[in-house]
């Protein structure tokens, strides 16, 4: 039998630590159900979330101040929706920005806004909940941060 050398050494260690690593930042995806890689933990999503939303907002022309009743109706059909999400639990925030351009967005940790224009776009009130149900599936952490992960490494 061959004697092991430091270099097979080191490499067999490198390997196993590789392997450690990658199952310990690994998190189940709660949407797909699939296991991906996720070295950004909860309160960083929560983080990320909350420092961009505002400026973010002001990029798309700011709050829409004009109609406070579209705003009521669009975060309690927001909430609701978020009910029964793959992540009731994150501090969910709908809003309506002052913007003609038909779009909606989100950012980590349950921030999301609606434009004006996507609204006034679709003028059939029950179809916007499947546009916002979509944003509810864009911003999981598995999602985004496993983007943000693969950046680092």
Known sequence: MNPITKSQMLKALLTALTLAFTLAGCSVN???GERQLSIIPENQELSMGAEQYKPTQQTQGGLFYLDPELTVY???????????SDRPD???DFVVLNSSVPNAWALPGGKIAINRGLLTRSAMKPS??????TRLCTPPLATVCSVCSRRRL
């Open 30 to 32: 709660p949407v797909t």
């Open 128 to 133: 916007w909940p499947r546009c916002w149900a």
């Open 90 to 92: 994150l501090p969910y």
């Open 74 to 84: 669009v975060r309690e059909v927001g909430m609701k929706l978020a009910a029964v």
